[in-house]
């Protein structure tokens, strides 16, 4: 059985920066992609970040809304993954989920094509 727990969401400013973390339990993704979905009230859930790795090392793929302000970084034998953001506005603000495909490849962008996800963090960015 596979395990995610995000952490690190709150309460920020606009402007501010904030680091998200993923831990993962029950198995080890040393060869699956782990991304990042955000959803806000209302809206549908919306693909962030995401990183993979493959015989050649690393890749990870990001959303055009946050290319530039956030990054997507693993540790701890690739068991925990992180999502530093930085210039938060108010776009921002939604519950962020982590989740794990079996496979490597990072560049799919639909929650479906993901088979793992933990509860969520609420990050919500006042004006």
Not at 55 to 78: C, H, K, L, M, Q
Request: net charge negative; aromatic share 12%.
């Amino acid at each position: 059985q596979v395990q995610l727990e995000e952490s690190g969401g709150g309460l920020v400013q606009g402007g501010d920066a904030l680091r998200l973390s993923c831990a993962a339990s029950g198995r080890t993704f040393s060869r699956n992609a782990i991304g990042w979905f955000r959803q806000a009230p209302g809206k549908e859930r919306e693909f962030v970040a995401s990183i993979g790795w493959n015989w050649s090392g690393g890749r990870d793929n990001y959303a055009d809304s946050v290319r530039g302000r956030f990054t997507i970084s693993a540790e701890d034998a690739r068991n925990t993954v992180h999502l530093q953001m930085n210039a938060l506005n108010s776009a921002d603000t939604a519950v962020y989920y982590c989740a794990a495909r079996i496979s490597w490849s990072p560049y799919a962008t639909d929650p479906a094509d993901y088979e793992y996800w933990g509860q969520g963090t609420q990050v919500t960015v006042s004006s």
